[in-house]
């Protein structure tokens, strides 16, 4: 037995669609249209081809009008994908768009039971018969508008943010971006030479930084790291706290350097991933930005010998915590090469080697001739795809970069260091587009390609001098193969940077790959489940350096349509009180995590009083209250009882 | 679009953009959103380009349609968005304020688009069939047309070319929307910047004579095949167009016409590794107990979730051969005799197959270079549009104000197009707001 | 003739779990198709009264797919969805109906694998049940 939903006089349009036949395949609509027309209310009930193209719309439209039609239901795919499509459709026909309902008869239906057709039918018949009682009894809502903030948060100043920043300011927005190191670039400020372009790191973070300085409406904080954020698209409140460089102006360039070789410390140079020293008080090179030391203050002895060299130097300045008030939050946080573990290819096991991460910063320091640890380098191998593509593994993706990125230094090892033998031992290589040109290029100037396949990964051998890595190499029809080399360099891929607490203050949804996730990478590739919270770069996922500028410009694209208009429009579906039924226990109150609920007096009653502006439409609060007397406008009582009665027909 | 608007004055809008498939679209699209107002010019009877006819995507596997209907409805509605179908932009000058003007013809389709309600009647009418290529050649279709069922405006058309001119469409046609008096229409638009977006061609097989030159019947191109997989499919299976036999031993046959100097095409197309896997899921899923081989040289599967998906295709058993087909040659039942250097045993081998596909690459699209008079628009050294500043500037060309978004820029896939799409939105956003403020500091100041 | 699953009410969020049982469906996993699906905007928003309701309209069983972590409205939902579950468990006990009839589990927008193998296992779990009653 079916049960019918109450009739409240609505007259309702029913389309059922068949998706060309991804729902027509295994759901019977001639039988559910049947079905469903006789409904009470039902006004007519239609099959349509693809309900969203542009003829079915019209369609829609007309019927609305010339019907005339309350109120419309589409069951078609997830309302994820086209409940604006179709609300639209309800506005141009008249309606207003929440007597609209959609429902999922593909991804939670079809598809989902394409083995048994005949059950599927049934239950498109009761999910329909749902959004019939739904739409019977919605209620016209009009979405808030609220002022947006024209400013944009921007948090990471590696490429990817601070091209981000240069556009947004150009078209009028204020920016500030937040830098968690000391100094801005990100990554590619260590990288030397690249490809494709053979531009050099420092090249185009010193061009990108000058055009950041230009702007005034761009205000750039380094040592700086979110500690709290409050409020949504439009409007949020940041609490940014600064670390001291323990440096300020006025000193100049002679007096830091002297400074600095006065200082006695020494730890590991992280920036060259520890192949240097560095002093606690140090810059990573000489144009580095903003073009001012900083103090190390875990390793600094407050010995005070910079002191004497150096007035700008102040070893008790405090942290400073500031608020900034944004319209949208824009992420370019990017990445973490693969850090191997030890034994990992024989990585720490022998000093010769070592990361790619290692080799382009050797390259960068490399003047003359090509020596490692004191001696000469005239034999490289490469193995490609560590920490990447790992089947079984942790990082199941490929690193995107690497092949390409690595080729480039293989290209100029041969051609400015004059390596004689180079080895690529790999797992395909992975040029894609033009990139091929650089292998080509390799493959032809005398570099050996050996390849492995995933199960009988290359070993390495480092109780010997020189180091032999034997390869069963597929490309000679699984001849075992043995290179005896004086460098072995693993061709790392990426990882997420740690960034713990970020993603746990905003919130930032994580894709299986723990990178951050868009919402959908074709329909809304740069937008976050979270409002207003964009993403770009590669914190997103592995890309080079063209790629991550391309994602950080559109998403450039996407605040800019969020706040040019100086308003956003929000949801309607936000808490509502019935004052009638409420007795003012403050229960709501106490679960709303938005301080979203106020008590007020009406006629010395008190009551409880949504604040819409503060409202998510959670509805936390509903469940609390013991009158019910609390509604989330869309998912009222009286709606979702009548869904339960008419699914379980 | 309105008449109002064709015949007025009205021709100053704020940027153009050629070419609307999905590049093309999300540029206007963003443009739109952000204010500006954009008229798209698109050479074909519809929007959508080339994903409008896809299967489905890699590596999510959701329905193109599905996703590209609601952008090209969008598109087809905004209020920002004029849209000139079956139309080419024949020169461009640039003013003295910087602007560009733009000279766009565009070609009857002998059918009064408002009066047109793509009932198809005309359709039935007509006696004339000739090949239909938006179906890539594997069906026919009459000479009064709708171009494909999700096209938009999904309005008829004649093909003159093949019309007899027998008058039954003109007969058949309720609303009496057939009008063979329609002439070629040319009209000026002034903006301030342009998106070319004309995206890619396909390799054409038919010029590498090992694999047939293009005269092996049951050897199609990864195009023809996506159309046989779409939901609306013209048979409903997957079928060999030789004898129309269900295949059960289909070969992919990658890297055709791309990274191969030989027919002038060096470069990777990057698309085709992961759209022939796609494609082999998809067979899967159609023919059940087929089997597909994938006869590769790499596999590009570098995108964000493509290696997990290529090896989903891997547990699918759809199998991965290493190595290079040199020749294919026919036999008397129609099928097909691969011979190719297997590498992982270092043998020649040959092995029959039932039906051959060929992952054609990707092409540029050249022709808009010559558009611009004096003024050179540079393509790079593959012919695709130049990117100046690649790494910084992506989508910026060597013109002031004109950005180049999508497949024009050389070889990629649809995530990646609707990014470059977007980043060319916000530099030409940038653009115009400053050569408007100029403009204007112009105007006010003395000179 | 083979007689049908038990029906299942699923409550499923609008920005957490329910993408989850749309992305079930795009990889094309099965699972009993009496498995029926409310949308909330958040898994501490189900009122007690509506999962008796469901009970008393012959439901089965009532899933909550719950935000857990994931949710987009902060970590108290945890609690609060714990705190209802609690709650409705002393009603269905004055009901006479079993409390292992009203499950919960977390359920991320990614988890299709997880939401199928537990609603497997929750309609063979009811079906134990009727055919042993019997
Ligand atoms: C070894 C190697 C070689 C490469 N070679 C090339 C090449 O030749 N060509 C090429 O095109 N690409 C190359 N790449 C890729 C290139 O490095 C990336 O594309 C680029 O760095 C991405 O930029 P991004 O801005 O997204 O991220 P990043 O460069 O990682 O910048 C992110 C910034 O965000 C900051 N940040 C992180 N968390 C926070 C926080 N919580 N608060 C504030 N700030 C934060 C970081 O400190 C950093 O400054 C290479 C990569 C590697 C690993
Ligand atoms: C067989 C096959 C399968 C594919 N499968 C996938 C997949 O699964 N996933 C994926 O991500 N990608 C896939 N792709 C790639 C995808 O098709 C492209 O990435 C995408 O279509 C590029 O869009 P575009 O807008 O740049 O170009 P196009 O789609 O080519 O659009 C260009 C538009 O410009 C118009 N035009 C051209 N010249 C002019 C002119 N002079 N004046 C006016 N208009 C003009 C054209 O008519 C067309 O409408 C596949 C490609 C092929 C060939
Ligand atoms: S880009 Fe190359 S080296 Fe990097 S993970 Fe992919 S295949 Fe391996
Ligand atoms: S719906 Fe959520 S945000 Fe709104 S009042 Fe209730 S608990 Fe607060
Ligand atoms: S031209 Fe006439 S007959 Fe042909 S589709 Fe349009 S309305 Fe129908």
């Given at each position: 037995m079916i049960k019918e939903p109450n009739f409240t006089g609505k007259r309702i349009g029913v389309y059922i669609c068949q998706c060309g036949s991804n729902i027509s395949d295994y759901v019977d609509v001639e039988k559910v249209r049947e079905e469903i027309s006789r409904g009470k209310g039902v006004s007519l009930a239609k099959i349509t081809m693809f309900a969203c193209a542009d003829s079915a719309q019209k369609e829609i439209v007309a019927d609305i009008q010339n019907e005339p039609l309350d109120a419309i239901v589409v069951a078609s795919c997830s309302p994820k994908l086209h409940l604006n499509t179709f609300r639209g459709v309800a506005e141009r026909g008249g309606?207003?768009?929440?007597n609209y309902v959609q429902v999922n008869i593909r991804e939670q239906d079809s598809w989902a039971h394409s083995d048994k057709p005949a059950q599927a039918t049934l239950k498109a018949i009761h999910l329909i018969r749902a959004g019939i009682a739904k739409v019977s009894l919605s209620e016209p809502l009009t979405p808030m508008t609220i002022p947006a903030e024209n400013s944009v948060a921007i948090v990471g100043a590696g490429v990817a943010g601070m091209r981000a920043a240069i556009e947004l300011a150009d078209l009028g927005v204020n920016v500030h971006l937040i830098e968690r190191?000391?100094?801005?670039?990100?990554?590619?400020?260590?990288?030397?030479k690249m490809s494709m372009t053979n531009q050099t790191g420092e090249e185009i973070i010193t061009e990108l930084y000058h055009e950041v300085k230009k702007r005034e409406s761009i205000r750039v904080y380094t040592?700086?790291?979110?500690i709290a954020s409050k409020g949504s698209i439009g409007n949020f409140n940041i609490q940014v706290k600064i670390q001291p460089r323990y440096v300020e102006p006025p000193c100049d360039p002679e007096s830091f350097k002297k400074a600095i070789e006065a200082c006695p410390v020494e730890v590991d140079d992280e920036f060259n991933f520890n192949l240097t020293k560095r002093k606690a008080i140090f810059f990573n090179y000489r144009s580095e930005f903003p073009a001012m030391p900083v103090v190390d203050m875990a390793a600094c002895t407050r010995c005070e010998e910079c002191l004497k060299y150096c007035h700008g130097i102040r070893l008790d300045q405090q942290y400073r915590i500031i608020e900034i008030h944004v319209g949208s939050i824009f992420l370019a946080t990017g990445f973490n090469p693969y850090e191997p573990k030890k034994g990992e290819f024989g990585y720490q096991e022998h000093p010769n080697v070592i990361t790619f991460q290692q080799l382009k910063r050797l390259l960068d320091l490399t003047k003359g001739e090509f020596r490692f640890r004191g001696k000469k380098i005239e034999r490289v191998a490469f193995i490609y795809c560590v920490g990447s593509r790992q089947i079984d593994g942790e990082n199941k993706y490929c690193a995107r970069y690497c092949c390409t990125s690595a080729i480039h230094a293989a290209i100029q090892l041969r051609q400015e260091l004059k390596v004689p033998f180079i080895y690529h031992i790999n797992?395909?290589?992975?040029?894609?587009g033009k990139q091929e040109i650089l292998y080509e290029q390799s493959s032809t100037s005398g570099d050996v390609y050996l390849q492995f396949v995933e199960d009988d990964p290359p070993v390495v051998e480092v109780l010997n001098n020189p180091i032999k890595v034997t390869v069963n190499d597929l490309l000679t029809a699984h001849m075992e193969v043995t290179v005896t080399t004086d460098l072995v360099v693993l061709i790392t891929g990426m990882v997420p940077r740690v960034n713990t607490e970020l993603i746990s203050i905003l919130k930032v949804p994580l894709g299986k790959d723990h990178f951050y996730n868009e919402i959908h990478p074709k329909l809304r590739p740069v937008e976050t489940m979270i409002d207003g919270l964009v993403i770009a770069g590669c914190c997103q996922g592995p890309r080079n350096i063209a790629e991550s500028a391309s994602s950080a410009l559109a998403a450039v694209s996407k605040v800019y349509s969020i706040l040019n208009k100086g308003e956003i429009k929000l949801e309607p579906t936000l808490a509502i009180v019935n004052p009638a039924a409420c007795e003012w226990c403050g229960k709501c109150l106490e679960a709303c995590?938005?301080?979203a609920i106020e008590r007020i007096e009406t006629e010395k009653v008190p009551v409880a009083r949504i604040i819409e502006s503060n409202c998510k439409g959670c509805g936390m609060c509903t469940p609390v209250c013991p009158t019910e007397a609390i509604d989330i406008k869309g998912y009222t009582n009286p709606e979702v009882r009548s869904m339960i009665e008419a699914m379980s027909g | 679009m309105s008449d109002d608007f064709r015949n007025s004055s009205l021709n100053e809008l704020d940027a153009l953009v050629i070419g609307g498939g999905i590049a093309g679209l999300e540029s206007a699209l963003n443009l739109a959103h952000m204010g500006f107002h954009v008229m798209i010019v698109e050479k074909d009877l519809s929007i959508g380009g080339r994903m409008i006819h896809l299967s489905k995507v890699f590596p999510t596997l959701d329905c193109s349609a599905c996703i590209t209907t609601p952008k090209v409805s969008e598109t087809a509605r905004h209020p920002n968005i004029e849209i000139l179908n079956h139309s080419e932009v024949k020169h461009i000058s640039r003013d003295e304020n910087g602007s560009y003007r733009a000279v766009i013809e565009q070609r009857p389709r002998y059918v009064i688009d408002s009066l047109c309600t793509g009932c198809q009647d005309c359709e039935e009418a007509c006696p004339v069939v000739v090949k239909d290529e938006y179906q890539y050649n594997l069906v026919g279709r009459k000479a009064a047309y709708i171009p494909f069922s999700i096209a938009s405006p999904r309005i008829a058309a004649i093909d003159l070319d093949n019309c007899i001119l027998c008058g039954a469409c003109e007969k058949a046609c309720g609303p009496g929307a057939i009008d063979f008096t329609q002439e070629t229409r040319i009209t000026e638009i002034t903006v301030n910047s342009i998106i070319v977006a004309t995206g890619f061609k396909l390799f054409d097989p038919d010029r590498i004579t090992r694999y047939g030159g293009g005269k092996l019947k049951n050897v199609v191109t990864a195009m023809q095949m996506e159309r046989q997989l779409v939901p609306t499919r013209p048979f409903n299976t997957v079928l060999r167009p030789g004898d129309g036999k269900v295949p059960d031993k289909i070969a992919y046959v990658l890297c055709a016409g791309s990274r191969d100097a030989t027919v002038g095409n060096p470069i990777c197309s990057q698309i085709c590794c992961m759209y022939s896997i796609k494609q082999a899921q998809l067979i899967l899923g159609a023919v059940p107990m087929a089997d597909v081989t994938i006869y590769f040289l790499h596999v590009r599967a570098f995108g964000k979730g493509f290696d997990e998906f290529y090896q989903q295709a891997k547990m699918m058993d759809v199998q991965f051969i290493k190595g290079k087909i040199g020749r294919i040659k026919e036999l008397e039942n129609g099928d097909l005799m691969l011979r190719y250097e297997d590498i992982a045993s270092g043998q020649v081998k040959e092995t029959q197959h039932d039906m051959v596909v060929l992952s054609v690459g990707i092409l540029p699209n050249m022709g808009i270079e010559k558009l611009f008079g004096d003024e050179k628009f540079k393509l790079d050294p593959f012919n695709?549009?130049?990117?100046?500043?690649?790494?910084?500037?992506?989508?910026?060309?060597?013109?002031?104000?004109v950005f180049i978004a999508g497949t024009s820029t050389g070889p990629m896939d649809i995530p990646d197009s609707i990014l470059s799409a977007g980043a060319a939105a916000a530099q030409a956003a940038k653009y115009m707001k400053q050569h408007q403020a100029s403009i204007s500091h112009q105007a006010t100041t003395p000179l | 003739m083979e007689k049908d699953p038990p029906k299942i009410l699923v409550f499923s969020t609008e920005k957490i779990s329910d993408p989850a049982l749309d992305l079930a469906g795009l990889m094309k996993l099965h699972y009993p198709p009496t498995v029926h699906a409310v949308v909330v905007p958040c898994s501490s928003s189900v009122r007690p009264s509506w999962i008796m309701h469901a009970f008393e309209c012959g439901f089965a069983g009532v899933f909550i797919a719950a935000d857990g972590s994931d949710c987009p409205y902060g970590e108290t939902c945890i609690e609060k969805t714990a705190k209802i579950v609690e709650r409705t468990h002393v009603m269905m006990r004055e009901k006479g109906i079993p409390t292992e009839n009203l499950k919960m589990a977390a359920v991320c927008s990614v988890c299709a694998e997880l939401f199928v193998n537990q609603m497997r296992l929750f309609a063979g779990e009811l079906a134990d049940k009727t055919t042993n009653a019997t």
């Open positions: 309606l207003n768009p929440y190191e000391h100094f801005v670039g990100g990554r590619v400020a260590q990288w030397g040592g700086a790291n979110i797992k395909g290589i992975r040029t894609y995590p938005f301080d | 695709f549009y130049n990117q100046p500043n690649e790494m910084t500037d992506p989508f910026k060309s060597n013109l002031p104000g | -």
